[in-house]
């Protein structure tokens, strides 16, 4: 399989090369200039030099209306990185969106092709003076009882036709993001194969380089998640029982084992498994996992997040200087390629925003950001009032 990956992708590489790929037209007018200035240019020289010399040659043929519609169109082109990058998710969203569903916030990141840190290197913690004041705990934990009750868990709205309702959308809302992913790879390929990029003719793979850079550095967001952020996971009920575990939270694995006698041995379809059983289980889930996450504050955090907000940047100039530079492609198919990346990441935005709204019904988790300071006195307290130790006293 790996050697028929790179047999392909040699070959890709090389006809990269061939002036009867790089330059292509939908336009039968187009399409004969084409022939006609490759057929013109000398045999003797440098391939670079070639590609130089046809496209010079198209741009001096073809009526001036074609030129003008070409220039447009890069003009076009070089807005898509900016105006997808404000109507994506940020950085900081996706990282969070992580906590929740790695899943959801991986095609979160595909299915856009920018994505804007909105604070350099988390300089700034957010919570200022009352980090360590004495009645921050009480306050924080007031707002996670009022989440808490939105989210579904007073013994009114915690019911199993909202978990499914919930798990349903994620559901499609992940099938969505995934036909729009492979359409922002369309796109990709629609540039490379129709446009010619003139700082590095005959070479037009650049537009895929910048597209997959982009989603590699946004799944190593993802990946170093832990090295941003330190997290404390209580799993909660609302009967006034032990806090349920959160592996066990779904369903009793003894009940599975009967079953499948085989349990044991599949191990890499258990998460699959627990899934599906959790969907068609009979039995509603009364737990809901709170998440305190709060930042770290060391130099490793530090060098990876500036590292990230760098190279984000850096692929934002560089999609930009891409797209600007793409000529023989059309306004008209420019603007069909910028409606097409800005309706997946606007897409993305709604549901990334629909994840994180404290007001969605169902969820199964519950993510807050907490200075460190209070991580533990809050944690211990939202454990005595799961075990109904409502009349502790307060933890300051």
């Known amino acids: ?162 978990q499914l309702y919930h798990s349903g959308l994620v559901l499609l809302a992940e099938f969505m993001l995934i036909v729009l992913s492979a359409m922002v790879w369309y796109c990709t390929w629609a540039l490379g194969n129709w446009g010619v990029v003139v700082f590095s003719c005959p070479w037009s793979m650049h537009a895929a380089i910048w597209v997959g850079l982009r989603q590699v550095v946004a799944i190593t967001d993802i990946l170093l998640r832990r090295y941003y952020h330190e997290v404390t996971v209580i799993a909660l009920n609302r009967n006034g029982q032990v806090p349920i575990p959160i592996e066990k939270s779904m369903m009793s694995l003894d009940h599975v084992k009967r079953f499948i006698p085989f349990y044991d041995q599949l191990s890499q379809l258990k998460q699959l498994f627990l899934f599906l059983y959790g969907l068609i289980s009979p039995t509603p889930s009364d737990s809901i996992t709170v998440i305190l996450r709060s930042p770290r504050k060391n130099g490793v955090s530090w060098a990876l997040k500036t590292w990230s907000a760098v190279l984000n940047t850096g692929l934002y100039t560089t999609g930009t200087v891409v797209l600007a530079s793409i000529v023989m492609v059309p306004a008209s198919d420019a603007i069909r390629v910028m409606v097409m990346l800005i309706l997946s990441a606007g897409f993305g935005r709604i549901v990334g925003s629909w994840t994180l709204s404290p007001s969605t019904r169902g969820r199964k988790n519950l993510i807050v950001d907490v200075p460190a300071a209070q991580v533990q006195a809050l944690a211990q307290r939202l454990k005595q009032e799961d075990a109904g130790l409502t009349s502790a006293p307060p933890i300051v």
């Open 1 to 162: 399989m790996y050697r028929v990956l790179y047999i392909a992708l040699i070959i890709f590489i090389s006809t990269q090369g061939t002036l009867g790929r790089t330059f292509r037209s939908r336009d039968a007018n187009v399409r004969n200039i084409i022939h006609d200035c490759v057929l013109t240019t000398p045999a003797n020289i440098t391939t670079r030099s070639k590609c130089t010399s046809t496209l010079t040659c198209i741009l001096s043929d073809v009526p001036p209306e074609y030129t003008a519609r070409w220039s447009a169109g890069a003009s076009i082109l070089a807005f898509i990185p900016t105006i997808v990058g404000l109507m994506s998710n940020s950085v900081e969203e996706i990282g969070l969106i992580a906590e929740d569903s790695p899943a959801l916030a991986t095609l979160l990141s595909m299915s856009s092709v920018t994505a804007f840190s909105t604070r350099f290197a988390g300089s700034s913690s957010g919570y200022g003076v009352f980090e360590h004041h004495p009645a921050y705990v009480e306050a924080a934990h007031a707002q996670i009882k009022r989440l808490l009750e939105v989210s579904g868990i007073d013994g009114r709205r915690s019911t199993r036709q909202w």
